[in-house]
C-alpha cells in the first residue's frame, strides 16, 4: 500500500524510525506542535487543510498520528480515501503504547506531567502559532517581569500563580523513553527540569506499538478508527474515545 502520514512533529522520531521498518510506502507530512495551542477550531482547520492537500489518487489511506487532543480533530471529514486515527485522548496513549496502560499510570501517580525526546526538542512554539495561541491571546505567557510592569507587583504575584503557572497542580516529571534517544541527553534534561522545581521523577519504557500498527496497516479497530469517505470524527464518552457520523 501507499499511504499518506499527517503527524504531530512530537512524534518525529518515532515516526520515522517506524516508518524506516513499515512493508508499505509511507509519505510523511509533520505538522507543528503548536497546533495544540490555538483551540478547537484552529487546529481542526489545519488538519482539514493538510488532509484535503491529499491526492487521493495516490493514497490507500490518509493516517493521523494524532490523538483526540481536547477535542482538535472532532469535525475533521475524510475525502476521497479513509483516514486512519488512533484511538486515544492525547498523544501520551501513542507513547505508552495502549489506552490501558496510560490509564494505570495516570491514575497512580496523581500530578504527573509527562516528558519525551519529542516534547524537550520541539515543544514550545514560535511565530504564528504563538501569537495564535489561546495561552498568548489571555496574556498567560507573559513572563513574571512582564506582569509586574504591565500589572504592578501585588496583582502581578496573583496573575502569574493563577493564569500564567500552567505547572501548579503537578509534583512528578515522568520521562518516556522511546529507545530512540541520543546519550541520554533528553532523560537527563527532564532530570535537571525535575530537580530544579523540586519533584519527583521517574522514567518508563515507552511501547512504540500503537506507531507501528498505525504504519504497518494494522488496524485493528479496538485500537483505531477507520474514517471512511464523507464521515467526520465526533467524540465519545466511553473507552472508544472517537467514532465517525
Same mark, same amino acid.
Given at each position: 500500500?501507499?499511504? $499518506?502520514?499527517?503527524s ?14 513499515? +512493508? ?8 507543528? $506542535? ?22 487521493? !489518487?495516490? @493514497? ?10 481536547? #477535542? ?6 475524510a475525502? !476521497?480515501? +479513509? ?19 496510560? $490509564? ?8 504527573? @506531567? ?36 504591565? @500589572?504592578?507587583?501585588? #496583582?502581578?504575584?496573583?496573575? @502569574? ?7 501548579? #497542580? ?17 532523560? #537527563? ?11 519527583s ?6 511501547? +512504540? ?19 471512511? +469517505?464523507?464521515?467526520?470524527?465526533t ?11
Amino acid at each position: 500500500m501507499r499511504l $499518506k502520514l499527517i503527524s504531530c512533529e512530537i512524534f518525529f522520531r518515532e515516526m520515522c524510525a517506524a516508518v524506516a521498518r513499515s +512493508p508499505h510506502t509511507v509519505d510523511i507530512e509533520f505538522l507543528p $506542535k503548536g497546533l495544540h495551542d490555538i483551540g478547537q477550531q484552529g487546529m481542526l482547520q489545519r488538519l482539514q487543510e493538510a488532509v484535503d492537500r491529499v491526492d487521493g !489518487s495516490r @493514497y490507500e489511506a490518509i493516517l493521523l498520528g494524532y490523538a483526540l487532543c481536547n #477535542n482538535g480533530i472532532v469535525g475533521l471529514t475524510a475525502r !476521497s480515501v +479513509p483516514i486512519v486515527i488512533p484511538r486515544g485522548h492525547d498523544c501520551i496513549t501513542l507513547f505508552m503504547g495502549s489506552r490501558q496502560r496510560y $490509564k494505570e499510570y495516570f491514575d497512580s501517580h496523581p500530578g504527573v @506531567y509527562f516528558l519525551t525526546s519529542g516534547w524537550i526538542e520541539r515543544g514550545q512554539e514560535t511565530g504564528e502559532l504563538r501569537q495564535l495561541s489561546i495561552q498568548h491571546q489571555m496574556g498567560m505567557d507573559l513572563t513574571y517581569e512582564e506582569m509586574v510592569a504591565k @500589572y504592578g507587583e501585588d #496583582n502581578a504575584k496573583f496573575l @502569574y500563580e493563577e493564569l500564567c503557572n500552567p505547572l501548579k #497542580n503537578y509534583s512528578q516529571y515522568t520521562y518516556i523513553s522511546m529507545g530512540l534517544e541520543a546519550e541520554d541527553r533528553f532523560e #537527563n534534561q527532564a532530570r535537571e527540569k525535575a530537580a530544579a522545581q523540586g519533584w519527583s521523577f521517574e522514567r518508563v519504557e515507552g511501547d +512504540p506499538t500503537m506507531l507501528e500498527r498505525l504504519v504497518n496497516g494494522s488496524w485493528d479497530d479496538g485500537e483505531f478508527l477507520t474514517l471512511r +469517505p464523507g464521515r467526520h470524527v465526533t467524540a465519545l464518552y466511553d473507552e472508544g474515545v472517537i467514532a465517525s457520523a
